[in-house]
């Protein structure tokens, strides 16, 4: 494990490529977007590469010796595995979709594992200036301010997020319709704000007291989320009450009054 000095060194490092990066992302919003298909949703801009780039090179400027795992990266050269070397874990930009439409639930996610435990977390959404940050045992943050989870104990007066993904397969999408359509007898309302890294913050400061997603893109959407979460009193678990597992594509958040209510009704409506 890292002393605090470097990991405070980290934190600072990452919040210098995320602003960066968000300048990239403030510009690119409001210009025409080269985008292209990862999938028959599932989009990519030339903003998503630039950010991704600037990101690794100025990381790997100061900590050549570190992995490094990018959404982008990976979707073009493969997998990496995730070891107990410190890695940085990227998504460039989380909500591409939002950023291609034009609206502003975008941000820069950058995460740090150490032995594969989440060390250092970074969300910043450069349409509305917002800054999240957490590091291990130091609380979570936005701009500056130390943020908590919601106190809601009932999940009737709760509100939820969740995505639906980019499959489009019957199958899937009348498994996801099934589920929201259980929960939403069961919650105040519901969201889809375009971005797991958000979701996971808007849990972090209590704007939102539930949120799952199953089947996003890979560890980059969540490595810094789960950490602010937990660093703002919260809880971080698989949607079916197992333990999180960073690599699997599964995860739900909330507070801690809420959780065995939302995995029980969760597991109702499969």
């Known amino acids: ?45 030339e903003t998503d590469k630039a950010c991704e780039d600037l ?18 990266t990976t979707a073009a050269c493969g997998t990496s595995e ?23 639930f975008v941000c820069v996610s950058i995460g740090l594992t150490i032995g594969k435990v989440p060390t250092v977390g970074v969300v910043y959404n450069p349409l509305m200036n917002e800054l999240f940050t957490g590091v291990l045992g130091k609380g979570a943050f936005l701009n500056g301010t130390p943020i908590r989870v919601s106190s809601q104990t009932e999940l009737v007066k709760s509100l939820l997020a969740t995505e639906v993904g980019t499959k489009r397969d019957k199958l899937t999408v009348a498994a996801t319709t099934n589920r929201i359509n259980s929960l939403l007898f069961k919650v105040r309302s519901l969201r889809m704000s375009g971005s797991c890294a ?3 913050c808007g849990i972090a400061c209590g704007r939102l007291d539930l949120f799952y997603e199953l089947g996003y893109g890979g560890p980059w959407d969540v490595a810094a989320g789960v950490l602010i979460v937990k660093e703002a009193g919260g809880l971080v678990y698989d949607p079916f009450g197992k333990d999180f597992d960073i690599t699997a594509p599964r995860v ?17 409506s499969e």
Do not use: C
């Open 1 to 45: 494990m890292a002393d605090n000095g470097s990991v405070e060194l980290f934190l600072a490092t990452a919040v210098d490529a995320a602003k960066k990066a968000g300048e990239i992302i403030r510009k690119g919003f409001y210009q025409t977007k080269h985008v292209e298909h990862k999938g028959q949703v599932d989009l990519v801009t």
């Open 55 to 72: 990101i690794f090179n100025h990381l790997k400027q100061h900590y050549p010796a570190h992995k490094f795992i990018g959404e982008e």
């Open 82 to 104: 995730l070891t107990d070397e410190p890695t940085w874990i990227v998504d460039p930009l989380d909500g591409t979709t939002n950023f291609v439409h034009g609206f502003p």
């Open 252 to 268: 739900a958040a909330s507070n801690p009054f809420l959780k065995d209510a939302f995995v029980d009704s969760l597991q109702q």
């Open 198 to 200: 958000l979701n996971l």
